[in-house]
């Protein structure tokens, strides 16, 4: 696998295993993630597969995670 960075394709992570949530529905309409080999994530929209991915470190999609639990994103879904 070549360097990674923002904005890539998603279709040039060929060595990945995209995941998505069990709560995403049958639409298409998921966003997926994948752990690359130097430890970051990959995020990509599940209606655009070859489509750009966006790269985060760990403790990014760390808080990410912790923010969603705490409920800070919570007027998001109105």
Known sequence: MNQTYN???AADL???AWRKSRYSNSQGNCV???E???GGIA?????????????Y????IRALVLG???GEFDGLLV
């Open 57 to 60: 470190t760990r403790d990014e």
């Open 68 to 70: 969603v639990k705490d």
């Open 14 to 16: 060929t060595q990945v």
């Open 43 to 55: 995020v990509r929209n599940s209606r655009f597969p070859d489509g750009p991915a966006l790269i």
């Open 7 to 9: 904005g890539m394709p």
């Open 36 to 38: 690359l080999p130097d």
């Open 32 to 34: 997926e993630l994948a």
